[in-house]
């Protein structure tokens, strides 16, 4: 049997997910969270052999908890089950340790099949996320200026068009606000913006923020 955790700030979600996976008979959800520091504390609980986490929620989002469950405990596979499109996220999250990223839009079936595979210690893809893996080691020219942004410059990016200021990521990110600003310059000459706001327009034209 395998045990699988869900997070999502969502409660009809976790609701819809858990009612779907009670139809394969070797899963079964034993437990449930709504934010990132929830999931870490599940990830601590030691009763779950998979992570079923959305990407953006409020506290701390997935993209904070993928890197501090990844840091503590490596071998947990965090599968993330996101609304936001596979090309804007999926290759630079598999890199920081996410076991797979899947849109919510996908096939319910896809689902179970991911937790399977990711439990053996594998990595479970679709095959759009392999064309993006495949074009990003083929070195592809095309791809929009964001993907080159490191996973720290990308967190403070998104943060940033959000509307929060330098000094509430410092604290939200355990970071000092000079090490934040340095993130923010970083990001404005990757992407060749000048202002905040200018952040935020990109984030809405490129299908960042929800």
């Known amino acids: 049997m395998i045990n699988i955790g869900i997070v999502d700030d969502h409660s009809i979600v976790r609701t819809g ?3 779907l996976l009670s139809d394969e008979v070797d899963l079964r959800v034993t437990g449930e969270a709504s934010n990132g520091r929830e999931a870490l504390e599940l990830a601590r609980s030691g009763t779950v052999d998979v ?4 990407l953006s929620m409020p506290e701390q989002g997935g993209v904070d ?3 501090s469950i990844k840091a503590r405990f490596p071998d947990l596979p965090v599968i993330i089950l996101s609304g936001f499109p596979e090309q804007h996220y999926a290759v630079t999250l598999l890199k920081q340790g996410a076991s ?4 919510k839009d996908c096939d319910p079936e896809l689902i179970a099949t991911a937790v399977r595979t990711v439990v053996r210690g594998r990595k479970f893809v679709t095959p759009a996320v392999a064309e993006l ?3 990003q080691l083929g070195g592809g020219s095309d791809q929009a200026p964001h993907h080159s942004l490191s996973e720290r410059e990308l967190q403070v990016f998104l943060r940033l068009a959000q509307g929060e200021t330098v000094g509430a990521i410092a604290q939200a990110m355990f970071l000092s606000v000079k090490t934040v600003s340095t993130y923010r310059s970083r990001v404005m000459d990757k992407l060749k913006l000048s202002s905040n706001s200018d952040l935020t327009y990109y984030a809405l034209k490129n299908g960042l923020m929800q």
Not at 100 to 103: P, T
């Open 17 to 19: 997910l858990r009612q």
């Open 51 to 54: 992570l079923l986490m959305d």
């Open 133 to 135: 893996l495949a074009d």
């Open 100 to 103: 797979s990223y899947l849109g």
């Open 65 to 67: 908890a993928l890197l």
